[in-house]
């Protein structure tokens, strides 16, 4: 193999071979007859020797066959079994000197593979052959595990099954979330009783579930016990003998009046309210049947037959089959009767109008009915009545309305207005007291020159019902610098435990909270 080195390769710049340059020839390459001795001196060294002819292929081949003889004779010599190629080796295009590069083609030479069985094994992989430590193995001792981690580290792994649909059973969840709902009530009506008692000094009074829930029923309801035996249900039933209630008389209950007025009839009046449609068909209906009678009554001859309706559209139809000498005078004619049926419908009107008497009586005895059905009573609660604007709105408003009462102001504390009257003009000062009246409206004190301070001041009512009679005999107003005097202006109409019920209430306490318009 080392004397392929001095074999004359072709070059790619000519296809003549040129000899290798003797500073490039290795020194193991050089024959031993060519070497030159130690003591020669430089002019004495032979020329190099200059090439006659050029190698051919074959002489190449017989060159590397002798090389690899020679070598494999040196290695059984030292009891080394040299590796025989299964297939010959064959020599590069340019060493066998056929290559002939395309200088027009743009592409590389693709050169063979080598075959070389080194280059052919894969290389191996390194084996542990020693054990891994406990502390990796174990997971207590190991530092890198993570139990949050849900996949197995040992074991078959195991596809995860997909879960199968649970449909909830309707209506579940909400009686759930109804049920906390009750809990919670309870706990804070529990927690309020809790506050007002001690706040109304009940420490002593025992509060616990059973003054909250119901009582369990009975074994025996008090309408039962009369006729059984014993205080049970599975006894015998007293029906027949002495001691038995049931007879052969008939008992028949006491008839009891009726809250409203009856009439002569003896039925009470059919409370309807119709629609807007309603009234205006009951209407309509109710003009043809009077149309229609009238027109039966004038057919018959009781009713003389009405002159014709004149207007200034119409007028040349109804008038077209008589000759009209004077155009202008039946104009006038027709412009008087438009002007008579205009007067005639105004009278009416004014006829029908009521009096300022009658009037004010029509609604007097109209308040009087509605007091006779039910009277109601309510109480309110302000911070602060002082301003001369709320005094007169409180005042003239209750006097206009039918109302008796007190208004109680008391600068020390809160004032107190209490009314009575019927059910529709108690709620009309309903919503006066609660939604019209602005009670933070500033006040101007005209000889300091400072304003009151209203901020804050609200009006709550704090009780609503239904009474028997009348307390008080009309409004009244009274400023009251103490609440002993106040109470005395309460207790002369026996309501002074109304001034008691306005001092405990509070505004944030969901149990003596009062839907205004309930």
Known sequence: MARIANLNLPSSNSHRPQPPSTAARPAAARPAAARPAAAMPTSARPPPPVATATPTPASIQSTIAAARARIEAQLKSQGIQPNTPSHPT???????????????????????????????????????????????????????FDPSLTRRTHGPQTRRRHKQFHFVAPGQYVEQAERKRAETRMEQLKQE????????????????????????????????????????????????????????????????????????????????????????????????????????????????????????????????????????????????????????????????????????????????????????????RINKLEHPRHWHKVSVNAQQMHLTGKAISCPVGFSLVVVEGSAKNVKAYKKLMLRRIDWTMSQLDADQGATDDYTGNECHLIWQGEIDHRKFKQFRQHTCPTETQAKKWLARAKSDELWQLAKQYDPNDSITALDPFA
């Open 90 to 144: 064959e020599l590069h295009p340019m060493l066998r000197g056929d290559y002939k590069p395309n200088k027009h083609s743009t592409q590389r030479a693709t050169l063979p593979v080598s075959s070389i069985k080194a280059n052919q094994q894969k290389p191996k992989l390194l084996k542990i052959t020693h054990e891994a430590p406990s502390s990796l193995t174990d997971p207590a001792q190991n530092p890198y």
């Open 193 to 380: 009783i809790a506050e007002r008692a001690e706040l109304a000094r009940l420490e002593d009074e025992v509060l616990d579930a059973s003054a909250i829930q119901l009582p369990e029923p009975p074994q025996v309801e008090w309408w039962d016990a009369p006729f059984l035996s014993e205080a049970s249900y599975g006894s015998d039933a007293k029906i027949e003998g002495p001691e038995s209630l049931c007879t052969i008389y008939i008992q028949h209950p006491v008839p009891i009046e009726p809250p409203l007025a009856i009439r002569s009839q003896g039925v009470a009046p059919a409370q309807l309210i119709l629609t807007h449609k309603e009234r205006k068909k009951i209407r309509r209906q109710r003009r043809l049947e009077q149309q229609r009678e009238r027109r039966e009554k004038v057919m018959l001859g009781l009713l003389p037959p009405e002159p014709p309706k004149l207007k200034m559209s119409n007028f040349m139809q109804i008038m077209a089959n008589e000759s009209v000498p004077d155009p202008t005078k039946l104009e006038a004619e027709v412009r008087r009767q438009m002007q008579a049926r205009q007067n005639k419908h105004e009278a009416d009107n004014q006829a029908r109008k009521l009096t300022k008497e009658q009037r004010h009586e029509k609604i007097e005895a109209k308040t009087k009915a509605d007091e006779e059905a039910s009277l109601v009573r309510a109480v309110f």
